[in-house]
């Protein structure tokens, strides 16, 4: 820290703390009580947050795993539209719900796919397409960033604030 910083924390100190001084009004005691009040809830709070934000991140991701699959559809004519070799391209496809209904509707196809063949997507707990679920590795970083990201947002919050000159 600078100087500088250090002899403002210093009369934040002075100003803040409870004493006996006969000149400190009782606005000046309360004020000084509730800027404590809300540190002690804030220096509680954010951590709790950030802890509670990466937990949900990682069930959520466990909860993904546990019901997305893959699952192998039939890719319908007519063949998929492609303007470059390599190119993925929205397909027309069916395959089979996890009720064993079959479903029908646009996929995106790898560029190997070609119609009456079939490809491998991911469908979600009621049947639908899905992007592939976050793996294993990929949760608990997802956890420590959402976790960072509610930590600052805290301290972002927490910013503002300024101590007012008098009552």
């Excluded at 000084?32 to 540190?39: K, R």
Aim: aromatic share 6%.
């Amino acid at each position: 820290m600078r100087q500088g910083q250090l002899t403002r924390l210093g009369g934040l100190w002075r100003e803040l703390r409870p004493d006996r001084n006969p000149l400190r009004r009782a606005c000046d005691r309360a004020e000084a009580a509730l800027v404590a009040g809300l540190l002690a809830a804030f220096l509680i709070g954010v951590p709790l947050a950030a802890l509670f934000a990466g937990w949900s991140q990682y069930h959520v991701g466990r909860a993904q795993q546990a019901s997305w699959h893959q699952v192998r559809a039939l890719v319908l004519p007519p063949a998929p539209d492609r303007r470059y070799a390599g190119e993925e391209a929205a397909v027309l496809a069916t395959w089979a719900a996890p009720g064993g209904a079959q479903r029908t509707g646009r996929i995106v196809a790898p560029p190997r796919a070609r119609a009456g063949g079939t490809v491998r997507v991911w469908i979600d707990g009621s049947g639908r397409p899905a992007h592939a679920p976050v793996q294993p590795g990929q949760l608990a970083g997802e956890a420590i960033v959402v976790a960072v990201l509610a930590a600052a947002a805290g301290r972002r919050c927490w910013a503002p604030l300024r101590w007012p000159a008098g009552c």
